[in-house]
């Protein structure tokens, strides 16, 4: 008799229902996927670059035009039923003047600069401020130091991601924020995630991470790659990258002209002995103070046979 009610106690917790607690919500997993199956499509607010609620990263050298063709992709997004607010912490209206020869961007696209004489003593909050009063949908981030932090300290960089989902998830936001990468990984090196400032804590916080690079080919060419797609299919991997040149428009605008597609090899540069001095430098630093081989092989997206042959020579 009192196995029959322990055995009965038992199967009465295994089937109980679940509780929510400590801040989190607790579903059983079949209906998490029945619920999910149910969400509506993924929206493609610029075909593989920028998806609706996802919070993404541009990344690529300084001066190669990662403003340039974010302001190109925002337009292109304000002109689709979207408001836009363009954070720009980059260009000074001179020279925005510079860029762009005529005043025919949408209505719905905005831009912020900060104000000098008052300037916001939490930049996130400021953003989060001036977005929300101008009931955008869309915000764009130029660029990511800006926001105070110090994207080389781990704990930095974590909060900060951190804090940028909140707002996605609060608002139901798109968060596009720019990013800069080191000399070395442009020209001769593969694009790839650990490229970025701040890249460990960056790379598990976000959803999507676009790089951009300049071509060996022609200096006015430029490739992007996928290096992250979260929530879709990778399109425009190492085999299959876009190629925009970039020129001015009929109007005097700058930007970006699509010329179809490529491999990133064919657009990579034969390194000068100084560049490969350079990456061999750090390959052997990093070798010791531990590093594996397949590690620093990822870091610098090369093969790790590539690094064997560095660190013999």
């Given at each position: 008799?009192?196995?029959?009610?322990?055995?009965?106690s038992?199967?009465?917790?295994?089937?109980s229902?679940?509780?929510?607690?400590?801040?989190?919500?607790?579903?059983?997993?079949?209906?998490?996927?029945?619920d999910?199956h149910?969400?509506?499509?993924?929206?493609?607010?610029?075909?593989?670059?920028?998806?609706?609620?996802d919070?993404?990263?541009?990344?690529?050298?300084?001066?190669?035009g990662?403003?340039?063709?974010?302001?190109?992709?925002?337009r292109?997004?304000?002109?689709?039923?979207?408001?836009?607010?363009?954070?720009d912490?980059?260009?000074?209206?001179?020279?925005?003047?510079?860029?762009?020869?005529?005043?025919?961007?949408?209505?719905t696209?905005?831009?912020a600069?900060?104000?000098?004489?008052?300037?916001?003593?939490?930049?996130?909050?400021?953003?989060?401020?001036?977005a929300?009063?101008?009931?955008?949908?869309?915000?764009?981030?130029?660029?990511i130091?800006?926001?105070g932090?110090?994207?080389?300290?781990?704990?930095?960089?974590?909060?900060?991601?951190?804090?940028?989902?909140?707002?996605?998830?609060?608002?139901?936001?798109?968060?596009v924020?720019?990013?800069?990468?080191?000399?070395m990984f442009?020209?001769?090196?593969?694009?790839?995630?650990?490229?970025?400032?701040?890249?460990a804590?960056?790379?598990?916080?976000?959803d999507?991470?676009?790089?951009?690079?300049?071509?060996?080919?022609?200096?006015n060419?430029?490739?992007?790659?996928?290096?992250k797609?979260?929530n879709?299919?990778?399109?425009?991997?190492a085999?299959?990258?876009?190629?925009?040149e970039?020129?001015k428009?009929?109007?005097?605008?700058?930007?970006f002209?699509?010329?179809?597609?490529?491999?990133?090899?064919?657009?990579?540069?034969?390194?000068?002995?100084k560049?490969?001095?350079?990456?061999?430098a750090?390959?052997?630093e990093?070798?010791?103070?531990?590093?594996?081989?397949?590690?620093?092989?990822?870091?610098f997206?090369?093969?790790?046979?590539?690094v064997?042959?560095?660190?013999?020579?």
């Amino acid at each position: 008799m009192g196995t029959d009610i322990i055995s009965q106690s038992f199967n009465d917790l295994l089937n109980s229902e679940p509780v929510d607690g400590g801040g989190f919500h607790v579903e059983p997993m079949n209906k998490c996927i029945e619920d999910a199956h149910l969400l509506p499509p993924l929206i493609p607010l610029y075909p593989d670059i920028v998806l609706e609620g996802d919070l993404s990263i541009i990344f690529g050298q300084s001066g190669i035009g990662k403003t340039i063709f974010a302001m190109q992709i925002a337009r292109y997004i304000a002109e689709h039923d979207k408001r836009v607010l363009y954070v720009d912490c980059e260009m000074t209206p001179r020279q925005l003047g510079n860029r762009y020869g005529t005043a025919n961007f949408p209505s719905t696209f905005l831009r912020a600069e900060m104000d000098r004489e008052h300037p916001a003593e939490d930049i996130l909050k400021g953003i989060e401020e001036v977005a929300v009063a101008n009931y955008v949908n869309v915000v764009f981030i130029d660029n990511i130091t800006a926001l105070g932090q110090s994207l080389d300290r781990s704990a930095d960089a974590g909060t900060l991601m951190a804090s940028l989902n909140a707002l996605k998830k609060k608002y139901n936001w798109t968060l596009v924020v720019l990013n800069h990468v080191p000399k070395m990984f442009s020209g001769n090196v593969p694009l790839s995630l650990s490229a970025m400032q701040g890249s460990a804590k960056i790379n598990q916080l976000i959803d999507d991470a676009i790089g951009i690079a300049q071509s060996s080919i022609d200096s006015n060419l430029v490739y992007v790659k996928q290096c992250k797609w979260r929530n879709g299919e990778l399109t425009m991997g190492a085999d299959h990258v876009a190629v925009y040149e970039r020129c001015k428009d009929e109007y005097g605008n700058l930007g970006f002209v699509s010329r179809g597609f490529g491999t990133e090899q064919e657009h990579l540069s034969i390194e000068n002995s100084k560049e490969r001095e350079e990456i061999k430098a750090r390959v052997r630093e990093l070798s010791a103070i531990g590093m594996t081989q397949t590690a620093i092989a990822e870091k610098f997206g090369i093969s790790q046979s590539k690094v064997s042959r560095l660190l013999k020579e």
